[in-house]
């Protein structure tokens, strides 16, 4: 009995022995397997890039000998094409024009046989030697192309000779092209296959070959090391089977009085093996497709240590910021801060989520080069299973252009608003006026001969010509004035003005102006671009009174649209810029506002900016200012060009 009991023990330890010896083995073989798969991977890419490496370096052999043929084919035919097609190949590789699609090893013999226009639109401008760094080429390969480009540049200088021999150029003692003559094609075939010519062909060849040849020793490498990692797991996936199958055989022969018992229970063991296998490779496509939609993601997002420091930032984050990942990592986001918004906003932030709630606000940061933006943002607590933070994630959306489109928005209404109440107020103004200077003018008229009596009465009919004045702006500010616009040549009207602005400019102010003749036609009253013009220029020499400076004036035709959404037209951009004390940010955003100055009081109306809004919104034209403290400031005005009369119908 005791015998029975310690054989059966024995028996049952030997099976639990090699079940235990079966699950490490299939738990290697999962192992191996995804090893295996890993290996192929990398053997692909490492093929892939070989591939590549191959690929371009034909490219750089290749864009030499087609620069031969091209001008060889121009000495002996005379064509201009080929000289033509020649520095099409230069700006080519050097990515100065478009890498045509399908750019292949035949490409310039089919534009020289079919001779079509070479599509240069429809590729990408980059130069050969950037699509050798994105392939992963190392620096003593680059120094091999850098020293095969030398090569390529003396080459080069032979066949400039050749091509200014075909035109009848030659060079002087100086080393230009200034000796004229008749073409001499002997001339060109003679330098194109000389012995220097040869030489230096040679020379760039061999450059070529050690490029080749490197670029072949370390993709080689590359290749076999991923092969040899391959063929390591395959022997490995080998050799657990066989111990596997051994293992197998060797259970099953001790077990065959139990064999169906313990199939039962193997089998459920590999079918659980094999769910556990199952819901590991689910779990990492979960996890795949999660950090695919983290990177790819339109909202940048941030995620922190509880101290706050970055430890991943996606890749909107990085475009957005133009912060890279190393650069990012490991610092504090205040790194984006742009100190306009108060402390105790971020110490309402930081209590928030350290207490385990999500903050949701606006932040108002600068990027890496210092360009300001808005953005949106909502910060949450990450926990582990104990309810411990971990770490905070924040996802931020950038809203610097709906902010702009608020601004605009609620700029208009208020400006359209202000414009209706002073509208209404300015028309009986200008009755009360138009009554005070008629009866003005009649008692004038009865005035006796007192020199005083009559100065006096004289100062306030020019009181009542200031206060027309400003109900006249009130009312082009409302846009109830009436205003007789049509297409004319604003450059003329602009350098009117110029010539009375500057008579007032004192010495210490410069002035410069770049005006294009050429534009185009404006819809526009005269009377107004005077107005326009005079009252940036007077408030710039007003910013630069005390220390002086540049004020700067240019006129040019450009395509820009005139709002938000809307495609590039042709416009006139004026721009009136100074180099004074500039605008502090709380101000720059209520400077078109009615009756708001920055001026002394008695020194202006409030109303020179606004009635310029006014304006240019009447034309059909936008204005903006960007200014900069102890800098200075500059309006940028655009004015919608009428190429003929027929726009000008359709515009009235």
């Known amino acids: 009995m005791n015998l029975s009991s310690k054989t059966g023990k024995a028996l049952i330890i030997s099976i639990l022995l090699e079940i235990a010896g079966l699950v490490i083995l299939v738990f ?46 121009y000495a002996a035919s005379g064509d201009e094409k080929f000289e033509d097609y020649f520095w099409n190949i230069l700006d080519i590789r050097d990515g100065k024009i478009p890498r045509p699609i399908n750019y292949e090893r035949v490409y310039w013999d089919f534009m020289a046989v079919s001779n079509p226009e070479p599509p240069f639109k429809n590729g990408r401008a980059i130069s050969l ?8 080429f190392t620096e003593s390969e680059f120094q091999v192309l850098s020293d095969a480009q030398l090569k390529s540049d003396e080459l080069v200088s032979l066949e400039r000779i050749a091509m200014h021999a075909m035109k009848g150029e030659f060079l002087d003692k100086a080393g230009n092209f200034s000796i004229l003559g008749s073409p001499d094609p002997r001339k060109a075939l003679d330098v194109l296959y000389g012995e220097e010519y040869h030489e230096a062909k040679k020379s760039i060849m061999a450059q070529i070959n050690k490029f080749l040849e490197s670029i072949d020793n370390r993709t080689s490498q590359n290749v076999f090391l991923a092969e040899s990692q391959v063929k390591f797991y395959s022997s490995a996936l080998t050799i657990v089977w066989a111990a596997l199958i051994l293992i197998g055989l060797i259970l099953f022969l001790t077990t065959s009085t139990h064999q169906k018992s313990l199939s039962r229970k193997l089998k459920k063991l590999v079918e659980n093996l094999s769910h556990e296998l199952e819901e590991l490779k689910q779990a990492e496509n979960k996890i795949s497709k999660l950090s695919a939609a983290v990177e790819q993601s339109p909202v940048s997002i941030v995620i922190t240590d509880v101290t706050g420091n970055i430890e991943y930032v996606n890749s909107k984050f990085i475009s957005l910021t133009e912060y890279t990942f190393e650069e990012a990592v490991g610092q504090n986001p205040r790194i984006l801060k742009s100190d306009d918004q108060p402390e105790d906003y971020y110490e309402n932030l930081w209590s928030t989520i350290t207490s385990g709630k999500t903050w949701d606000g606006e932040f108002y940061n600068k990027k890496k080069n210092g360009e300001p933006y808005w953005e949106s943002a909502k910060i949450s607590p990450l926990t582990n299973d104990n309810g411990e933070i971990t770490h905070f994630i924040a996802i931020k959306e950038d809203i610097t252009e709906r902010k702009a489109l608020e601004n605009q928005l609620r700029q208009s209404q208020k400006l359209e608003t202000v414009g209706t109440m002073v509208g209404g107020i300015s028309h009986e103004l200008n009755n009360i006026l138009q009554s005070m200077f008629l009866y003005g003018g009649l008692v004038q008229d009865q005035l006796p001969d007192n020199e005083e009596l009559r100065a006096n009465f004289q100062h306030i009919l020019e009181h009542g010509e200031r206060a ?58 005269k009377t107004q671009i005077h107005q326009i013009v005079m009252n940036l220029c007077n408030n710039a020499q007003h910013a630069m009174a005390e220390k002086g400076g540049v004020l700067s004036l240019s006129l040019h035709q450009v395509k820009a649209s005139l709002s938000s959404g809307d495609p590039a037209t042709d416009v006139l951009e004026l721009t009136i810029s100074d180099t004074g004390h500039g605008i502090d940010p709380p101000d720059l955003e209520r400077i078109f506002d009615p009756f708001f100055t920055t001026k002394q009081l008695g020194q202006g109306t409030g109303l020179g900016l606004s009635v310029i809004h006014g304006i240019v919104e009447m034309m059909g034209g936008h204005i903006s200012v960007t200014s900069e403290v102890a800098k200075g400031t500059t309006f940028k005005i655009l004015f919608p060009v009428v190429d003929d009369i027929e726009d000008f119908h359709t515009t009235s």
């Not at 999962?30 to 892939?48: E, P, S, V, Y």
């Not at 109830?480 to 604003?490: G, L, R």
């Not at 350098?495 to 003749?517: A, H, R, T, W, Y």
């Open 129 to 136: 030697r950037k699509l050798m760094s994105e392939a992963g």
């Open 28 to 73: 290697l073989l999962a192992q191996f397997l995804r090893m295996q798969h890993t290996g192929q991977q990398q053997l692909i890419t490492a093929n892939k890039l070989r591939y590549k490496s191959y690929l371009l370096a034909d490219q750089l052999r290749q864009s030499s000998d087609d620069l031969t043929r091209m001008v060889r084919s």
């Open 468 to 525: 027309r004045d400003i109900v006249k702006q009130i009312l082009t500010f409302s846009r109830k004035a009436k205003i007789d616009m049509k297409p004319q040549i604003i450059h003329e009207h602009i350098m009117e003005s110029i010539s009375l602005g500057k008579v007032s400019l004192p010495s210490s102010i410069d002035f410069v102006q770049d005006i294009n003749s050429e534009c185009g036609m404006v819809l526009c009253d």
